[in-house]
T-cell receptor
Framework: DGGITQSPKYLFRKEGQNVTLSCEQNLNHDAMYWYRQDPGQGLRLIYYSQIVNDFQKGDIAEGYSVSREKKESFPLTVTSAQKNPTAFYLC?????????????FGPGTRLTVL | AQSVTQLDSQVPVFEEAPVELRCNYSSSVSVYLFWYVQYPNQGLQLLLKYLSGSTLVKGINGFEAEFNKSQTSFHLRKPSVHISDTAEYFCAVTKNAGGTSYGKLTFGQGTILTVHP
């Protein structure tokens, strides 16, 4: 059963700690994306990757880091430099990062920083 | 750069009534347009998309949208809603730029559709 998995579903961390969110896809997609969702603000792009070992900053990359060592995996690290990390984080993938390609989304991780 | 405005943050409607969720976009180049639906605490699911051709696009669950280039709009409609349509709906746009925008989506702020019995 192909899809995108994100883990954990809920995550709690203390302020000042780094935390890594997992994203795995078995769709054989080349492109992967990380979005942040806040109430009333829609989704904002954090990072995206078109191919293994390559990634680019999105609109709100400050305080976040990513890696793309394997095609199926695109973990996101929320660092202590992120001023307001509490949010719902969504990972997505598409066959190729072409204009018009449908993006498939994972179920999301809700991060709460205490 | 593109931008997307969803004109209503919340839309309450009674079951079996018609509904329209409004979306306007701004872009200096031609665009591709999408509507996604999000059920509570879940990811997004594609409802429909406009790439080219007929301006009336039909999607899943009985939804349709019409691309209006002159009014830069892409409103979502359903003739008769069900309780199960209660969700948040997002309009999104990406540039039609020959692949150079890497499929990056710009989303609107979302419209919460609540269907009452």
């Amino acid at each position: 059963d192909g899809g995108i998995t994100q883990s954990p579903k809920y995550l709690f961390r203390k302020e000042g700690q780094n935390v890594t969110l997992s994203c795995e896809q078995n769709l054989n997609h080349d492109a992967m994306y990380w979005y942040r969702q806040d109430p009333g603000q829609g989704l904002r792009l954090i990072y995206y990757s078109q191919i293994v070992n390559d990634f680019q900053k999105g609109d709100i990359a400050e305080g976040y880091s990513v890696s793309r060592e394997k095609k199926e995996s695109f973990p996101l690290t929320v660092t202590s430099a992120q001023k307001n990390p509490t949010a719902f984080y969504l990972c997505a993938s598409s066959i190729q990062g072409r204009d018009g390609s449908e993006q498939f989304f994972g179920p999301g991780t809700r991060l709460t920083v205490l | 750069a593109q931008s997307v405005t969803q004109l209503d943050s919340q839309v309450p409607v009674f079951e079996e009534a018609p509904v329209e969720l409004r979306c306007n976009y701004s872009s200096s180049v031609s665009v591709y347009l999408f509507w996604y639906v999000q059920y509570p605490n879940q990811g997004l699911q594609l409802l429909l998309k406009y790439l080219s051709g007929s301006t009336l696009v039909k999607g899943i669950n009985g939804f349709e949208a019409e691309f209006n280039k002159s009014q830069t709009s892409f409103h979502l409609r359903k003739p008769s809603v069900h309780i199960s349509d209660t969700a948040e709906y997002f309009c999104a746009v990406t540039k039609n730029a020959g692949g150079t925008s890497y499929g990056k989506l710009t989303f609107g702020q979302g419209t919460i559709l609540t269907v009452h019995p």
